[in-house]
């Protein structure tokens, strides 16, 4: 039987929708390709379809890419509203309006009122109106068996660090950090000590290749750009020992706040949310070596679940399942 029961979870590196019933049936990155002129953007593609167009030979030199989303919110309206008409036209061809479809769109649990009413005119300027707006914390909970849970989710610009319980989030935030600063912080490095200019796209890519928090292991890759002094294009070899401290740098601070969230959560419960251990989670998530990282910091046990970077997506859509217990934890 074919249901409209829909997430949208839009991040700032990927956006991920779900159907009850079928799980998640699109994961593209949050990008849109357009074209300037006169002041204004001309959409061409989103998602996959964004990053083939900017690699082609014969576009546009006026295009760019645009990040809709950043910092956990909706930076750019229009190509917000492109882009999901887009996606929801690729996940749900033909059906998506018959009938209405019910929505849970996850947000930050930082966002704030003014934000979320942001969320919520995007949404119905897509179609999708009355939307149940979500923290992830709380979306990923619906994973979890334990009452109490102490939930990080690992973004690309913004990360949430909660503990939620039967009633919602007891005690949380959201913070700025992670991907993007780890990311930032390659090609600055970079540029200072081999004088050598690489897009955030590349530092990523490193990142993603020989980024490690095992101590010990040594890989190394090849990174082009330009050069600084003299305009010239080169490539130089970056080795996972140089990038390490970087990493490491991000997340010690990453652990902090968890750290002070874990402190101001109830007596009564400490030790429910310590035998839970932390969930994290988003894509992140994935990097390696960075559960035991955060377990040497916290001496607690850092679990990743299987699915990290579509938990947020599958932990809201389970949510249609109880809705009792969904009304009573928002």
């Not at 009938?99 to 009122?113: D, F, M, Q, W, Y």
């Not at 997340?251 to 251990?277: N, Q, R």
């Not at 035991?292 to 001496?299: G, I, K």
Request: proline share 3%; net charge neutral; aromatic share 6%.
């Amino acid at each position: 039987m074919y249901t409209n029961e829909i997430v949208i979870d839009m991040g700032f590196s990927e956006t991920v929708i779900a159907v009850r019933g079928k799980g998640v049936v699109l994961k593209e990155p949050t990008l849109v390709a357009a074209i300037r002129s006169k002041g204004k953007h001309k959409f061409i593609a989103a998602g996959i379809e964004a990053k083939r167009y900017m690699r082609r030979r014969d576009r546009d030199l006026n295009a760019t890419l645009i990040h809709p989303v950043k910092g956990g919110v909706i930076e750019d309206v229009n190509a917000a509203i492109w882009m999901l008409k887009d996606f929801l036209h690729k996940a749900m061809p033909r059906r998506l309006f018959r009938p209405r479809p019910e929505v849970i769109a996850t947000i930050a649990c930082g966002t704030s009122v003014v934000e979320r009413k942001n969320y919520e005119n995007v949404l119905a300027a897509v179609g999708l109106k009355s939307p149940i707006l979500m923290e992830a914390p709380i979306a990923v909970s619906g994973l979890l068996e334990n009452e109490y849970n102490l939930i990080a989710t690992v973004g690309a610009s913004v990360s949430d660090v909660a503990i939620v319980g039967p009633n919602g989030i007891i005690t949380g935030c959201s913070v700025t950090m992670c991907g993007n600063a780890v990311d930032e912080k390659i090609r600055n490095y970079i540029a200072d000590n081999y004088r050598l200019g690489i897009s955030h796209t590349s530092a990523e890519e490193l990142r993603k290749k020989i980024g490690t928090y095992h101590k010990g292991q040594i890989m190394s890759d090849e990174v082009s750009g330009r050069n600084l002094v003299d305009e010239t294009h080169y490539q130089t070899e970056i080795t996972s020992n140089e990038i390490a401290p970087m990493m490491q740098s991000v997340m010690s601070s990453f652990a902090y706040v968890i750290e002070s969230v874990t402190m101001m959560c109830p007596e009564k419960h400490c030790m429910d949310v310590y035998h839970a251990g932390i969930t994290l989670c988003g894509g992140y998530a994935f990097s390696e070596g960075l559960s035991d990282f955060l377990f040497e910091r916290l001496r607690i046990a850092v679990n990743v679940p299987k699915n990290a970077d579509e938990a947020i997506a599958l932990g809201a859509l389970s949510f249609f399942d109880d809705r009792d217990k969904m009304y009573k934890m928002l």
